[in-house]
């Protein structure tokens, strides 16, 4: 862990560090130590603190798409932990997963220490003190997003004439507003920019998670449109009228203002206008059995090259090997900040673990929806036929019968399908077969000891010679019937339960799709004109645009292989905004994104109770038909109360603190 892992304990207590090893002098005025010091505070990014992980670490990764099936005392007593009904069913407690406090603020009391010491650096040049104290600001301002994004507003602790040496009553610190935790997000983040400027416009992602200009105007920008959401932008609901501070004051913003959506759509053009990120594509491969499967002509992007068309990229390939490990972090164009592959715990390598089939000795656990399976579209951009029909949003349409016949797979039809695979998952967008494991789905898990057992169609039906479906003799089954490709390599299998069977993945913090997405969803709410100052001088006339908005939307789409939005949508901000909604999701599945742009949407008290759909996983290949009809999952369950708008604030931190308040619905008030 370094020089300093001695400060691992109470977060309020680093400084004795001093008293036992080192003077401040000594620690500051060496390039070595310091670096150390540095280096330590990006330690706290990691573990529970990780954007994408498995739920080992965080169970914000699952929402209404994706779902983690094991550690459930139901189906195995022998464990005793945060099980996914647990989870969306509100039934923790105060107590669990709360290390992101603890680390956060050890972290940003060690970020700010070194910001007001390091310009005593004996050894380091002028520039090189900028360019660390900028690394040290940004790390303080992501840990503090961190905890805004968990537990809402939180207590800003003075950036000076603080003495952690005072009894907790005296170190009483109460909860800022929402906006004034995004405000101050906001300006630190272009702070460190500019420190960082000379040296961290381009910063190599080498796995130490270390950051450059653009992942601190990023992640400004997701502070702001957070802001700018309707969860604390106008928020008259009884539970904000409840979350107040020590003084009684409101904590989320009642006031309206439209604004906050045009400084959140500059502060997402600042990162454009950089032209530092693209999206990653593969060319396009005409022949062989790993041949490109092409797009229905499209007459905005058929005919046109990267980045105005997909004439000469592979779109599946494109999107899949963003995440599978292909790409070392510093190769991938799209990823602004990432801790690497350097992660503690259940990291997005033992998320695939449990993503891999059972056959592969994996824990065949950790599966896909029926709501986002529905939610990709045809691959001319239809809806799927029969699509959110057994949630009661259906436009009246069936779901297609049938299967592939080996005729069909001989004859190059409903490619990728194999033999047996249900119609339904014919001619669908590129990024469905990048990332949903239908019944049926071809795993070519390479590095498979075995010849026999590389190059798999695997089956969830019951009774599965292979041990993929359900067996009700242990937890090992999807409960959908729907698995996850995405973070999958060709070559990844987890025999011998082994970890170095499994590529390593570089977490997607924050990718520049989600940039993009943001710019097209603040500009569509806009109304009037607002002209915005851009991060390092002039400024930006910001209203609602429809070539801006297609600047956010156009590469997204087209690297995925699927034509624009038709006029209409673009026309009507309702109808932008429920498209944009479906592309984050699709998009972005499976990156710690979903659950939160739900809550600041205010869209979870209806699309985190809606039941959950999946293939009726009883059924063996008997009764293909049956299985391939949805129902209701019975192993999942799912609600939405007032409570888990956000995470409890532990009762430790509430004694700690006595100016702290407890979210709303948590019953401690001790």
Known sequence: MGLISSCAGDYLDSSQYFKDRLTEEKVFQSKIYSEEWLANVFEELKGINADVASKGVTPHN?????????????????????????????????????????????????????????????????????DYKGQARFARAYLYWLLLRKYGPIPLLPDEGLDYTDS??????????????????????????????ARGMVRGQDGSARPSVG??????????????SPLANGNNTDFAARLVDDQGERLLSSDYQEEKWARAAAAARDVIELGVYELYTVPVQETGEDATVIPPYDEDFSDKSWPEGWANIDPAKSYARVFDGTLL????????????????????????????????????????????????????GSDVPGRDKEIGRGDGSERVSGYVTQEDYDAGKYRPLRPGVSLQYANREPRFYASV????????????????????????????PRGNGFNSSNAYWLRT?????????????????????????????????????????????????YNIPSWN???????????????????????????????????????????????????????GQRYYDLRRWMDAPVEESLPIYGCNVLMNENERDLFHQPVAIWALETTFADKMWFWPISHTELKRNNRLTQNPGWTYND
């Not at 990023?218 to 502070?223: L, N």
């Not at 390598?349 to 891999?356: F, G, T």
């Not at 049926?440 to 695997?458: A, H």
């Open 537 to 591: 001088g002039g400024s930006y006339s910001i209203s609602r645009d429809i070539a801006e908005m297609q600047r956010g939307i156009h590469p997204v789409r087209i690297r995925a292989g699927v034509p624009d939005y038709p006029a209409s949508a673009y026309s009507d901000k309702d109808e932008l905004r429920k498209r944009l909604k479906r592309e984050r999701f699709i998009e972005l599945l499976g990156e």
């Open 329 to 380: 972090p510093s190769g991938n164009p799209e990823l602004i900040f990432t801790r690497g592959n350097n992660q503690d715990g259940e990291s997005i390598r033992a998320m695939v673990a449990h993503q891999l089939p059972r056959s592969a000795t994996g824990w065949n656990t950790h599966g896909l929806t029926q709501k986002v399976v529905d939610a990709y579209a045809m691959n001319d």
């Open 168 to 197: 907790y009553d005296e170190l009483a610190v109460p909860r800022s507003s929402y906006e004034a935790c995004a405000e101050f997000i906001s300006d630190e983040m272009l702070m460190a920019a500019k420190e960082m400027e």
């Open 215 to 228: 992942a601190a105007l990023a992640t400004r920008a997701k502070a702001l449109i957070y802001a700018a």
């Open 481 to 529: 019937g729907f698995g996850m490709k995405k973070y999958v390599h060709p070559s990844d299998t987890y025999e011998g339960g082994s970890m170095g069977n499994i590529v390593p993945k570089a977490e997607p913090a924050i990718r520049y799709p989600d940039i993009l997405l943001m710019y097209a969803e603040a500009l569509n709410e806009l109304d009037g004109a």
């Open 62 to 130: 699952f929402a209404d798409g994706m779902y983690y099936g094991d550690r459930d005392s139901e189906y195995d007593p022998s464990k005793n932990e945060l099980s996914y009904n647990m989870f969306k069913m509100g039934q923790y407690s105060e107590n669990d997963k709360q290390g992101t406090w603890t680390r956060c603020y050890r972290g940003i009391r060690n970020a700010s220490t070194f910001i007001h010491n390091i310009d005593m650096n004996l050894e380091l040049s002028r520039v090189e003190i900028e």
């Open 437 to 464: 494991a239908y019944n049926g789905s071809f795993w070519t898990l390479l590095n498979e000891s075995q010849e026999r057992n590389r190059n798999q169609q695997v089956f969830y039906y019951r009774d599965n």
